[in-house]
Nanobody, 126 residues
């Protein structure tokens, strides 16, 4: 299994930027798909973005498309989430997860038993 650990959260004003990092360890191959989810207080966890580790295919939720960019560094086994033009509604705990199901037709979701990190808080204020 692939273990993950997030870093890079913090506080920023609206319109600002942050970059989150997700360091992965364990067995990682070209079929591994990792991604970011977030959960705001009182809300359900929602998918943000995902990336196929062995290829260039990426996935985004409609709420972040055009503002967030997911990327990976295969040499460092790290996935990044560059967040630009941050909005108040982006405030949440952000979690990295491994073991996603990711398909060529744009479907992605956590498989049962996927590993999750401890999360990193992102707070956007006006």
């Amino acid at each position: 299994q692939v273990q993950v650990a997030e870093s890079g959260g913090g506080s920023v004003e609206t319109g600002g930027s942050l970059r989150l990092s997700c360091a992965a360890s364990g067995y990682i191959d070209s079929d591994t798909c990792l991604g970011w989810f977030r959960q705001a207080p009182g809300k359900e966890r929602e998918g943000v973005a995902a990336i196929w580790f062995g290829g260039s295919m990426t996935y985004y939720s409609d709420s972040v498309k055009g503002r967030f960019t997911i990327s990976r560094d295969t040499a460092k086994n790290t996935v990044y989430l560059q967040m630009n033009s941050l909005k108040l509604e982006d405030t949440a705990m952000y979690y990295c997860t491994s073991g996603l199901y990711c398909s060529f037709d744009g479907i992605w979701y956590p498989r049962p038993g996927s590993n999750w990190g401890q999360g990193t808080q992102v707070t956007v204020s006006s």
